[in-house]
């Protein structure tokens, strides 16, 4: 059933999808879930629960199924932020104070304080609460990577320090997987500390920057392998695989999204000879993902 998910964008609720994945069958998954009560997607499964609690548990089923389909040698990496209790889904603001989460949440049912770990102005520690539970899981934890932000999004407080900064987990699911350490040297990701600005994506606001995923790609894959995003928003991993010749396989439950990561792709497969030499693109025949593209040739 591989085949019918490979070089294409499907839209769906990746949880469900993944069912039909063979197991240890995928090289490389990237990706980067919906942070807890911070964006307005749509339609989300996940992000919107009422305790952040469940939002952990929830997001630990994925990872689960995450270590049944990811081949013995193949990594995984995490990019997950974190969030103040109080903020974002937990307050409804009014007038110039007022986010478009305040709208999106309206009815949606807030956690009340427990004066524990629910206290107003906690930092929930949700990236780390995330990793250990996947420590209980069987995965092997083999860098925190921190991405630090020369140009983070503005979260200012009068009372503490500026955020300018997100976790990128790295996990195996055994000792001996792939990792070419010559080429992080050579890209300069050798390090636990990776500095690399936000670049968002049209309507996707947070979307990867394609800088830093080719580099992951690079490092923990091979030529041909295949990468999974199961959150693939405007298809950033998708993108970064093809320039660098490795087959994709994107689950998205967003039907916009799903549109801008089909158009993101075939703009990126079209791209002039010269561009795509340059960058070491996927080739026609394995790239030849969907009617959508036979179409657009036809019409081109």
């Avoid at 839209?11 to 240890?24: A, C, R, V, W």
């Avoid at 792939?178 to 936000?198: C, M, P, S, V, W």
Wanted: glycine residues 6%; contains cysteine; charged residues 25%.
């Amino acid at each position: 059933m591989l085949e019918t998910f490979l070089n294409k964008v499907t839209l769906g609720d990746s949880q469900k999808l993944m069912n039909e994945i063979p197991n240890d069958s995928i090289n490389l998954i990237i990706t980067s879930p919906p942070y807890f009560l911070c964006r307005l997607y749509g339609n989300e499964t996940i992000g919107r629960e009422e305790n952040p609690l469940d939002y952990i548990q929830n997001l630990l089923s994925f990872t689960k199924e995450f270590k049944r389909i990811l081949h013995k040698e193949g990594s995984f990496y995490l990019n997950i932020g974190d969030v103040y209790f109080g903020t974002k889904g937990f307050s409804r603001n009014k007038g110039k104070y007022s986010r478009k989460t305040d709208v999106h949440y309206l009815e949606h049912k807030i956690a009340k304080p427990d004066g524990k770990y629910l206290q107003y102005k906690q930092l929930l520690m949700i990236p780390e609460r995330v990793a250990i539970g996947m420590q209980e899981q069987g995965w092997i934890l083999r860098n925190k990577i921190i991405w630090e932000k020369p140009n983070p999004v503005p979260s200012y407080s009068k009372d503490r320090r500026y955020p300018v900064y997100e976790h990128i987990f790295h996990f195996v699911k055994s000792r001996k997987y792939y990792f070419d350490l010559q080429k992080a040297k050579e890209l300069n990701h050798h390090r636990d500390i990776i500095r690399n600005g936000i670049e968002p994506f049209k309507e996707h606001q947070a979307s990867f920057p394609l800088s830093l995923i080719k580099p992951l790609i690079s490092i923990t894959s091979k030529e041909g392998d295949i990468v999974f995003d199961p959150f693939l928003g405007s298809g950033t991993t998708a993108v970064a695989s093809i320039l660098q010749n490795r087959k994709f396989i994107g689950f998205e439950i967003s039907p916009d999204f799903c549109k801008i990561a089909e158009q993101r792709i075939l703009e990126t497969f079209l791209l002039p000879e010269s561009v795509k030499k340059a960058y070491n693109p996927i080739r026609e025949e394995i790239f030849m993902f969907n009617e959508k593209l036979n179409q657009y040739k036809k019409n081109a």
